[in-house]
């Protein structure tokens, strides 16, 4: 492989995400999962273990990626449902189904989350010079929760920026739906 | 440390503990000073020889009165501390005044130093010197209050005296010399105190007072200054520098007339044991004469030999300063409430053993007899754990003593302080949380409750008036019962009031402990209180809020002339919360139990609906709204029909509802966590807890039940919107 075209490939790469975003990926090791067939990556530092598929409580009145909340060893956690999240598909759970545990540090807040995932792969070793910015698809596919794809054997891993996909839009998104509850009341009464 | 290293300071620290008859602690004081003289300038050595002879004189049993002698160590020794620290200062005052503190420290007025955090100091040993003196500083406040009701008790003084003097030589050591300066003049006061030169009353007490508050607030700018914040020095720093050096200067007197008296007495103990009433033992006190007032007490038949022997034993316990604690350690929280959360896991793991098929068959009986075993000992640690958390209310108790003090002197009224159970323990948790409701009760007791002296007496009343802060354990609950003998409620008052702020339409039917409880409604505050003369009510709604927020009640009894009892209920924790398992669907949900008033199969008849829309329920002749929890929370496969399912009456007032579940599944402890960052708030769902058989169960929170049903259109409703819209 050319190291040098891969390094400029990599730099102007690095050079796009700054525009809009402070973080920049480095090479490391990277969790890979499943996702209707399609390869997923993590950094493994924000991992903390892997579980098996178990009884998710339901929370009443938060989006449907929002799959309910589970007992971690004495701690309540909320568990998100990945594939909703992005709009695929929902998919019964089959014995492969897993559950993430990750870690988020965000805007001083941290919070420990599970993620439902088809089924994790395994951990590779991914260098820098292997990572490409995303691509870009214009308005229809929104590419900013994506750190970079990775080329691993002639196959794509997305690299998953988790602390986006988790954090900011999950607020939002939770927040705008009890917006919704507030602002509707009073209109079928009244009008 | 070996003695030859004690310096000036740790010396005036011993001398302060001695025993004048303990020759092993003279000698090695002898011995330290022997030390000092050899290495210091002539007037220091001059000192400590001065002191050295004293000593010489006590260890040879010449000595007549040996705590004089010890005092004047004491002085020669603040002598020569002095003379240290300025060493330019060539001329030591010849007067033979056993303190001179006050003089000492006014000459040292213009070495007044800047307040900057100390560049090198370790925030480690900062933080660990705040913690460590904020401890230091509340056992001080707690023997100044003592010492004010009995200002000759000598130990209470060396309390006080070793308090200053620990956090004088660590702010010395740690630089923050604003600290140091002050612990040293309010050292000298309490010398003087010590010495019988002046008594801790009326405006010295108050002096002494100011000078913890001051080192409060220093504590809280260090703390600041470790966030960051710049080093400043409290507001009115200099004055009261300035008034320690020179008390009497700023006319400072020791009577200030009638000082309110934090309660040690024999007669205020058996009135709040209920053993004797306040007429009689008034009435003993004045007739006693030459006797002791027990004496006096077992004659006029007021009270039993036996009751006043035990009362004498509570007043020495009460005086003896109970503070001395155990030994004890400092846990961080995190870890505790972590322990805590883990042998909450432990047992319910331990209980999916013990149910597991393997064990309860019967074929094991060796392993159930392993099983049962530790089942014990797991619970034990669970009692443990428990107990861990709980804190005696003691201190919480002690900042109420503080502030009726302060109070009454301000507003110029005389109070008796009377608590009883400082013990009671209460989740560590909690004690923070409950500090705010009580001091708001204290205050209007005082505010409204006790009247002026003159109005008292008038009245056919004791001078004093009487407060009293009573904690028990009650049913798995902790009391706080805050009573006072003041003016008490006027139902008539409150009724017009509540009648003009449209509260209610009239008092008809209406009993009095309801008519009471009126004051506790917002809006009954919030403009002008009722009167002057029985004008309760400053802010009562917050406190009976901020009492709900910790799952607890707030109840008030009361009787005109004679004064009125607040009570108010908590939990002894709010880590466990009493609930009800209730089973909507395939759901399981968490209702606590204190928000439960009652719960009900309807009867057909009693159901009945509003504009073909509106479901009501007519229960014990109240019509109130019922909202389908399935409904709400989108819940599919849940009974339909309410004459098959559950109402549960939830809400108070207005927000009175019945809310329609399935099933009640039982009831169960529940120890309540946050649904993580993760999720933020839901409404409707208080948080989570991890039930028994290791599932997450969702907490309700029937307020926000109650506000998502007003906010939810019921589905035909919105049909109905739709219509008009296309129409």
Redesign the interface.
Known sequence: MNNQMAATVSKTGQEERATNRVRTLKGGKFLTFLMANEKYGLEILKVREIIGMMDVTSVPTTPAFVRGVINLRGKVIPVIDLRLKFGMEAKENTERTCIIVVHLAHLDQEMTMGIIVDEVSDVLDISQDQIEPPPSFGANIRTDFILGMGKVEQKVITMLDIDRVLTEQEISLVESSAEKAGSEPDKPING | MSQDELTLNDIAALIVQIEPTDLTDLAQVRKALHAIAESSSAPVQRLAMEAIKRIDEMMGGKASDPSGLLAEIGALIEKAMDEMEKPDHEEISSSSSKSGGGALAASRDETRPSSNLPAEADPALLAEFITESRDLIANAEAALLRLEGDPENTETVNTIFRAFHTIKGTSAFLGLESISELCHRAESLLTRIRDKEIRCTGGYADLAFRSVDMLKDFLKIVQDALGGEPMVTPDGFDDLMALLAEPEAAATLEEPGEAPTVSLRLGDILVSQGKANREEVEAAAIDQGNETIGLALVRSEAASLTEVGRALREQRRMASGEFAADSSVRVRTDRLDRLV??V??LVIGHSMVAQDETVTSGNHPELQRKVNHTDKIVRQIQDLCMSIRMVPLRSTIHKIARLVRDLARRKELMVNFISIGEDTEIDRNMVDLINDPLVHLVRNALDHGIEPPDERERNGKPRAGTLQLKAYHSGGNVVVEISDDGRGLDREKIIQKAIAKGLIQSEKGMSDSEITSLIFQPGFSTADKVTDISGRGVGLDVVRKAVETLRGRVEVSSELGKGSTFCVRLPLTMAVTDGMLVRVGK?RYILPTINIDMSFRPSPEALSTIIGQGETVLFKGKVMPIFRLHR????KDAVEDPTRGLLIIIGEGTERCALLVDELVGQQQVVA?????????????A????LGD?????ILDPQGIIA?A?????PR??K??VC?QET
């Open positions: 959360e883990m909450g896991e759901q709400l929370f989108n819940i966590k946050s649904l993580g960052n993760g999720i933020g708030n839901v409404q409707g769902i948080g989570g807890a991890i290791g599932r997450v169960g969702l998502l007003r906010q939810t259109p019921e409703a919105a109905e919107v008009r």
